[in-house]
């Protein structure tokens, strides 16, 4: 399987602040992450597939970037809202898709 | 505007076999576009993909649960389901289903997960 490794596992962050995740795949991918955000009690949100491909509807504030095995998602101002849990996923591998662990964003 | 709706037990012993349904409304199961899926997350912990099945009924599985896990689709009803044998403790975990949207302009196909149920806790305990 293809391991993904997020990091950090959480982070501390002050609204308007510029945040950056990392996501690191075991093998090379290409292009073939995405990036959920989750809420507690709340089901994932793609924010952004194919490395950097914003979904519909999603501020534009959120950017991906990447390819090969290393990967990052970017929140150019960080806002109230977007206090939650970032994971990774690659679909290279679509017999095995795989997550990262993910990275918790907490309010500073 | 697409929804699914996890339904099952949301309680259940050991050894017994899990079944959940997702049933979608908004849209038609029976597109080539899309793979149907299920995704757990145990408590207070990450997310875990079981297994993704297509209309037709081909579906592919999580190799570490391969062995306990069973999906299938009745596309009459718009709905599709996942069997899970054996349950322990370690199952315990919110269920989700989703759908995948699939892009076959490339080999292999891109694909994510752009639809999600409110998912379904499912406890196992004795």
């Known amino acids: 399987d293809i391991q993904m490794t997020q990091s950090p596992s959480s982070l501390s962050a002050s609204v308007g602040d510029r945040v950056t995740i990392t996501c690191r795949a075991s093998q090379s991918i290409h292009n073939y992450l995405n990036w959920y955000q989750q809420k507690p009690g709340k089901a994932p949100k793609l924010l952004i597939y194919a490395a950097s491909s914003l979904q519909s509807g999603v501020p534009s504030r959120f950017s991906g970037s990447g390819s090969g095995t290393d990967f990052t998602l970017t929140i150019s101002s960080l806002q109230p809202e977007d206090f939650a849990t970032y994971y990774c996923q690659q679909s290279y591998n679509m017999l095995a898709l795989t997550f990262g662990g993910g990275t918790k964003v907490e309010i500073k | 505007q697409l929804q699914l709706q996890a339904s099952g037990p949301g309680l259940m012993k050991p050894s017994e076999t899990l079944s959940l349904t997702c049933t979608v409304s908004g849209g038609s199961l029976s597109s080539s576009s899309y793979y149907w899926g299920w995704i757990r997350q145990p408590p207070g912990k990450g997310l875990e993909w079981i297994g993704s099945?297509?209309?037709?009924?081909?579906?592919h599985y999580n190799p570490s649960l391969k062995s306990r896990v069973t999906m299938s689709v009745d596309n009459s009803k718009n709905q599709f389901s996942l069997k899970v044998t054996s349950v322990t403790a370690a199952d315990t975990a919110v269920y989700y289903c989703?759908?995948?949207?699939?892009?076959?302009?490339?080999?292999?196909?891109?694909?994510?997960?752009?639809?999600w149920g409110q998912g379904i806790l499912v406890t196992v305990s004795s």
């Open positions: 989703a759908r995948r949207t699939t892009s076959f302009g490339v080999v292999p196909p891109m694909n994510w997960f752009d639809r």
């Open positions: 099945l297509y209309y037709s009924g081909s579906a």
